[in-house]
C-alpha cells in the first residue's frame, strides 16, 4: 500500500497520466494532479479521486513552460499533502513536421515540456524526498526515447534526453533509497495520439482506421495500442516491494517496437 506517501504526476488531466494518478490514488497514496483542461472535468475528477480512494487531493495547472512555476508547484504539494515521496514526470506535447521547416516555437516548447521540466520537478523534489528517506522519480519517456522516427525531431531529442537525465540522477542517489527511472511506451491512443491521427488522415488522405493500421501500428508488432492501464501497473510496480533494484532504467512497454 502507498498510504502515507504522496504522489505527483504531471500531466495526469488526461491520458497516460490520468491512469497513473488513478492507479496511485487507488493503492492509497494521496496525489497531486496536475494539467491543463476543463474546469468542470477537473474539478469532478478531483472529487471522484477522493471518494472512490478516500485519499487527498491536490490540483495545479502549473505551466511546465515556467521553471518558477514549476518549482512553486512541487513546494506546493509538499506544503499541502505533506511530501513529495514520488514524481511522475509525464506530461508531454508532440509536434511534427520535417527538420528544415519545424516551428522554432514549437521546438522550444517541446524541449520545455518533455525534457526541461523533467529537470526542474526532479531538482525541486529531490530535497524532500531525500528527508523522507525514500523517493521513486518514474519519467514517462516514449520508444522514441530509444530510436527515432522522421518528422519528429524536437520529440525525439527531448525524449532521448530524459533517457540520459534518467540514467543519471539514479547513479547520483543510488545510495539514497532513490530510484529513477523511464517508462517508454509504444503508441497509446490519447488526446495526444487521436490529434496526430487527425492530421496524418487529412495530409495523406485516408480514413483514420487505415492511418492506425498501416501508419501507427505498422511498426508496433503487436498490432495493438498500449493500454494506459498497462503502464500504470508499470508505475506501481516501481513504487512496490519489490523495486529497489529497479533504478536508470528504460523500461519498454511498446508492443515490441524497439525489438527490432
Ligand atoms: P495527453 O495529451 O493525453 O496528456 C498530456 C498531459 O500533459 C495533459 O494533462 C496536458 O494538460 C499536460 N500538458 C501539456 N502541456 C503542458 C504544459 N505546458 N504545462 C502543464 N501541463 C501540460 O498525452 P499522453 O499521450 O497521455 O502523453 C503522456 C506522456 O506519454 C507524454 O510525455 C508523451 O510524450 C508520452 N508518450 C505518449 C505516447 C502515446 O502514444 N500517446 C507514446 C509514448 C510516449
Known amino acids: 500500500s502507498l498510504a502515507g506517501k504522496v504522489a505527483l504526476v504531471t500531466g495526469s488531466t488526461s491520458g497516460i497520466g490520468l491512469a ?5 490514488a487507488g493503492a492509497g497514496a494521496d496525489v497531486a494532479l496536475h494539467g491543463f483542461g476543463d474546469h468542470a472535468t477537473i474539478a469532478s475528477l478531483q472529487d471522484q479521486l477522493r471518494s472512490e480512494h478516500q485519499v487527498n487531493v491536490f490540483y495545479s495547472d502549473a505551466d511546465l513552460r515556467q521553471p518558477s512555476q514549476i518549482k512553486r508547484l512541487v513546494d506546493s504539494v509538499a506544503d499541502k499533502l505533506g511530501g513529495v515521496h514520488i514524481v511522475c514526470n509525464n506530461a508531454g506535447i508532440q509536434h511534427v513536421s520535417p527538420v528544415e521547416s519545424f516551428p522554432e516555437d514549437k521546438w522550444d516548447d517541446i524541449i520545455a515540456v518533455c525534457l526541461s521540466s523533467t529537470f526542474h520537478t526532479t531538482k525541486a523534489a529531490v530535497p524532500y524526498m531525500l528527508k523522507h528517506g525514500w523517493g521513486r522519480i518514474i519519467n514517462t519517456g516514449s520508444m522514441h526515447a530509444l530510436v527515432a522516427s522522421p518528422y ?9 534526453g530524459v533517457a540520459g537525465f534518467t540514467k543519471t540522477v539514479a547513479l547520483e542517489l543510488a545510495r539514497k533509497n532513490i530510484t529513477c527511472n523511464a517508462i517508454c511506451p509504444g503508441y497509446v491512443l490519447t488526446d495526444l495520439v487521436r490529434n496526430q491521427l487527425k492530421d496524418t488522415a487529412m495530409a495523406r488522405g485516408i480514413p483514420e482506421e487505415q492511418v492506425i493500421n498501416e501508419v501507427m501500428l505498422a511498426d508496433q508488432p503487436t498490432r495493438q495500442f498500449v493500454k494506459p492501464e498497462d503502464l500504470a501497473a508499470m508505475v506501481l510496480h516501481l ?10 532504467a528504460c523500461i519498454s512497454v511498446d508492443g515490441g517496437w524497439t525489438a527490432r
Do not use: E, Q, V, W
Not at 513504487?239 to 536508470?248: L, W
Open 239 to 248: 513504487c512496490g516491494p519489490h523495486s529497489s533494484s529497479i533504478t536508470g
Open 152 to 160: 519528429k525531431s524536437a520529440y525525439n531529442a527531448a525524449k532521448h
Open 20 to 24: 497513473m494518478i488513478r492507479a496511485l
